[in-house]
Every structure is written in C-alpha cells, then in structure tokens.
C-alpha cells in the first residue's frame, strides 16, 4: 500500500522561506510522477508543481513560476518542494500527491495517492 507523509509547513513571515518533504513507501518511487497541490479555505485544490518519475521533467503554476522549486530524490523516496519569497496569498494546506504513470498531471483526478496535507501559513 502506498503512503505519502508530507512534512515541513509552518508560520513563516512573507517573503520568507520552507521546504516541504513528501516521504513516499509502499511501491517503487522511481514510477510516479508527483504532483504539489494546495487548498486554501473555501477554494478549490489547485496544482502548484509537477515533475516527472525520473526528475527530467516539471511544470509550475503561473502564481508560483520564479519562487518554488519541485524535485526529487528516488533514492530516498522523497519528493520536495522548496518554496522562497512566500506570499500570504500562498497560504494553503499543501499536500503531496503521486501518480503511477511517467509524467505528472496538473489536473487532481489524476493521482492515485495523497498525503494527508501541511499547513503552510504566511504573514504579511
């Protein structure tokens, strides 16, 4: 069974800095694609990034383009999301998401697992 345990969010200040870990077990990490989402109060999930099973491939959002950064290690079965000049705008519960295919999806529906989510939270 596949299980994906998000880490790292918190109170930061705007402009400031987190790094988010997603720890994946349960299947071979190296064949899903990741996908970063998040979900403010009363919004839809959104994408935030994506990137390929083998780490060759990402895509951003538009509001994150130039601030976050998505990779992964398949050696530790973790995937990443580095997220710089936070804005309060990106205040969300972030949450994790793999897809058992060779390249990410922005669209939701399309992964089959996810974490149970982070608290990012931005102060002006």
């Known amino acids: 069974q596949v299980q994906l345990v998000e880490s790292g969010g918190g109170l930061v200040q705007a402009g400031g800095s987190l790094r988010l870990s997603c720890a994946f077990t349960g299947r071979a990490f190296s064949s899903y694609a990741m996908g970063w989402f998040r979900q403010a109060p009363g919004k839809e999930r959104e994408f935030v990034a994506g990137i390929s099973w083998r780490g060759g491939s990402t895509s951003y959002a538009d509001p994150v383009k130039g601030r976050f950064i998505i990779s992964r290690d398949n050696d530790k079965n973790t995937g990443y999301l580095q997220m710089n000049i936070l804005k309060p705008e990106d205040t969300a519960v972030y949450y994790c998401?793999?897809?058992?295919?060779?390249?990410?999806?922005?669209?939701?529906?399309?992964?089959?697992?996810w974490g149970q989510g982070t608290q990012v939270t931005v102060s002006s």
């Open positions: 998401a793999a897809r058992n295919a060779p390249d990410y999806s922005d669209y939701y529906r399309e992964y089959d697992y």
